[in-house]
């Protein structure tokens, strides 16, 4: 079993930067591959950013260039670093782990499949 809980969002404007978290928790946790998820207003979630337990890391076209993530494994804690933010990043942004392989392949499909473990989410807001 593994629980998730993001902390980090806010409201920027556009350019800005912002840095999320992702506490992991659960025996198991460090052996899953995680990944950002972010649901804009009125529209599907989509998938942001990935790393797997190897430190291997991808990213959507929309956002590479741009957000960068990390795994501090003894702490536990995913990180996506954002900067120039623009307007249509805004989006509730979620944490989410599972197996790697399988499934997890599919995370840039639109929407991502079901991972086995998501955070409550944190929101990100950025005016222009």
């Known amino acids: 079993q593994v629980q998730l809980e993001e902390s980090g969002g806010g409201s920027v404007e556009d350019g800005g930067s912002l840095r999320l978290s992702c506490v992991a928790s659960?025996?198991?946790?460090?052996?899953?591959?995680m990944g950002w998820f972010r649901q804009p207003p009125g529209k599907e979630r989509e998938g942001v950013a990935a790393?797997?337990?190897?430190?291997?890391?991808s990213y959507a076209d929309s956002v590479k260039g741009r957000f960068s993530v990390h795994r501090n494994s003894a702490k536990n804690t995913l990180y996506l670093y954002m900067r120039y933010l623009k307007p249509e990043d805004t989006a509730m942004y979620y944490c989410?782990?599972?197996?790697?392989?399988?499934?997890?392949?599919?995370?840039?499909?639109?929407?991502?499949?079901?991972?086995?473990?998501w955070g409550q989410g944190t929101q990100v807001t950025v005016s222009s």
């Open positions: 989410a782990a599972d197996l790697c392989g399988g499934n997890w392949n599919r995370y840039l499909e639109t929407p991502p499949p079901d991972f086995g473990y």
């Open positions: 659960g025996a198991s946790a460090p052996n899953y591959c």
């Open positions: 790393i797997d337990i190897t430190g291997m890391t």
